[in-house]
């Protein structure tokens, strides 16, 4: 069984394979600096659970269900355009609808995630939903399946936190026609300067993360060399995450965590 959840219908659901797997995309509705749509989030990884459909095993039984589009976007809530779930109402919602899975039949769920805000949250409800249903969960960002060497500097994107190059490439590859690259710039991230002038804290690897908001970042709402953005390096990015997430799904259906 495989495509899109809402594209069957009720009976269809009844006796669903055993390994079936729940894949939800997460993205988010919120600012990308001057040159991006609110969409981005949203777009790249509802682009990354469709591409993937062209390498799925013919042994896979996985169901695409709608993509969460509205999610904890509060980092960004001091630009106009965001909209955002407290992370509670996040947590809530996933809990709700891991209920509604659970009803279905479903025991695996694969959560691919578009925006770093939602991380912490979903690292919760994956073990919330194991603890009530002993469903299967994982949860992973579309960015952890690109392949990017050769296509992005390896410091740059360690930065490249939003609305940057990583963002804009891909953006270009799917909808070119909402990009306005007259408006994309070098947003350097305040980051930087924190690792420069300190051992301990930072975004990367650090030992200690600190608690920010986009403006702790960068006034314009974005981190990253968005004017060197291509829409040939976002092919590469969202084709090999595409791929790689296919190979996922077919060693996520036999994976058990209480082997």
Known sequence: MQGYWTDFKAPDFLGLPERTIAILPLGATEQHGPHLPVSVDSDLASAVADRSRAHWHPETSALILPTLTI???????AHPGTLCLSADTLLAVLRDLGD????????????LNGHGGNTA???????EMRLAHSMITAHGSWFGFAEWDGVVDPEDA????????TETSPMLAVSPDRVDMSKAQNFR???????????WIGLNGQAMRPGWVIDDLNA??????????TAEKGEVLLGSAA??????????AQFDPAT
Do not use: P, Y
Request: hydrophobic share 35%.
């Open 189 to 199: 991230s305040k980051g930087r300067g924190w690792q420069e002038s300190g051992r």
């Open 158 to 165: 360690a930065h490249d936190l939003h609305g940057g190059d």
């Open 220 to 229: 314009f709402g974005a981190c990253g060399d968005a004017s060197v953005a």
């Open 243 to 252: 791929r790689n997430f296919a190979g996922f799904l077919r060693e996520f």
């Open 71 to 77: 999610t904890k976007s509060n980092e960004h809530s």
């Open 100 to 111: 509604s899975l659970a009803r279905t039949g479903i025991s695996r769920l694969a959560m």
């Open 121 to 127: 949250v979903l690292e919760i409800a994956c073990r």
